[in-house]
């Protein structure tokens, strides 16, 4: 249309130059001579309506709109006064809705910060729904529609309150991780093979591990005794445990159970072929096992106990673990190294524990 409309502007500038020249006679003859070829159009339309294209109306309303209708009834028109005062109200029209339309159709899109919040109050809080976080908007001064906080969720996938709130037992281990402990036996043989059992229980939160103790027999003092080993230096370390996993092991007795729950531990038990309910302790044994008893020749009862607290002062103090994000369970990360000369002059020294088996690394004194 815009083409057109050009088009026709620049055809009749050029018509109106001609028009400059002519004198006041030939321009009244022209007029009647275009006057007759109207007429004689009309008598062939008879009742059909000529067509303009919109580029027609357009031009047409630009160039009659200053007139004032009384001359328009004189002019002999193809359409009718009224209708040229319409094409032109259209035409004014049309132009201030184009330039009042918003570049952007739809609603505004909401603040970037305010899409972080409802995320992140998703997020923390899985047993709110989305008009309780709406709430929580209005109490922080913040107002949206509950159905943008709605759509703000579905777009990002999260499903509704009732299927983010299922408990499962990995989420309620982590939840309440700073209150468990887990132990479990293992065993391993000796070169003449004879089997030993070693008891070991590990902390949820901070990963450490204790070795309580390893025997051929596992007997009710001596399991017993174990029991109030761990809960002293539960109370020595400042440790506040509540509860404890352990299997359903023929070899705790009753006592084991009666001493933890006088220091303030309630035993908890894992199901029946379950390993998954003690997932942290299975896991241990499985590195114990590869980083240590898989790789050395276990003489006797004396020298699997050395190994184990090797490894255990290992584990603890060294070794990094990908459940608490690399770090050791008995020391933090250090800060990271920025400075450049350090970074490029780096020493380096191992030491070594049970001859080789067992690596660490340290930055040289």
């Keep these: 249309m815009l083409l057109r409309l050009a088009y026709l502007g620049v055809t009749n500038t050029f018509a109106l130059l001609r028009l400059l020249p002519m004198s006041d006679r030939d321009k009244d003859t022209e007029i009647l001579a275009l006057r007759h070829q109207i007429t004689i159009l009309q008598r062939q339309l008879g009742d059909a309506r000529p067509r303009f294209s919109p580029a027609d109306r357009?031009?047409?309303?630009?160039?009659?709109h200053r007139l004032p209708t009384t001359t328009l009834h004189q002019l002999r028109l193809l359409v009718r006064p009224e209708t040229v005062l319409r094409w032109h109200r259209d035409l004014i029209a049309r132009r201030h809705a184009a330039r009042s339309h918003p570049k952007?159709?739809?609603?505004?899109?909401?603040?970037?910060?305010?899409?972080?919040?409802?995320?992140?109050?998703?997020?923390?809080?899985?047993?709110?729904?989305?008009?309780?976080?709406?709430?929580?908007?209005?109490?922080?001064?913040?107002?949206?529609?509950?159905?943008?906080v709605w759509q703000i969720l579905k777009d990002a996938g999260i499903e509704p309150a009732p299927e983010r709130t299922t408990t499962t037992w990995s989420a309620f281990l982590r939840s309440q991780a700073d209150a468990l402990l887990a132990c479990d036996f293992f065993e391993t043989t000796t070169l003449n093979g004879t089997r030993l059992y070693v008891l070991a229980v590990i902390e949820h939160a901070s990963r450490r591990i204790r070795v309580l103790g390893a025997t051929a027999h596992p007997t009710t003092s001596g399991v017993t005794q174990a029991a109030r080993n761990l809960a002293m230096d539960l109370d020595d370390a400042g440790r506040h445990a509540r509860f404890l996993i352990r299997d359903r092991d023929g070899k705790y007795p009753a006592l084991f159970d009666a001493v933890l729950a006088d220091a303030g531990i309630q035993v908890v038990l894992s199901g029946v072929r379950i390993p998954r309910m003690n997932a942290i302790m299975e896991r241990w044994i499985r590195s114990c096992r590869r980083e240590l008893l898989d790789r050395t020749l276990i003489w006797n009862q004396q020298h699997l106990l050395h190994a184990l607290h090797e490894y255990e002062h290992f584990y603890n103090?060294?070794?990094?673990?990908?459940?608490?994000?690399?770090?050791?369970?008995?020391?933090?990360?250090?800060?990271?190294?920025?400075?450049?000369?350090?970074?490029t002059r780096l020493d380096i020294r191992r030491r070594q524990r049970l001859g080789g088996i067992l690596n660490e690394y340290h930055h040289a004194a």
């Design 104 to 148: 952007r159709r739809g609603r505004p899109r909401t603040i970037h910060s305010i899409r972080l919040l409802v995320l992140r109050l998703a997020r923390e809080n899985p047993a709110w729904g989305y008009r309780r976080i709406h709430g929580e908007l209005l109490v922080l001064g913040i107002k949206v529609a509950a159905s943008t």
């Design 317 to 343: 103090t060294h070794r990094p673990h990908q459940g608490i994000d690399n770090a050791r369970p008995l020391q933090p990360l250090p800060q990271p190294a920025s400075d450049q000369a350090t970074l």
């Design 58 to 64: 357009a031009f047409l309303a630009a160039l009659l």
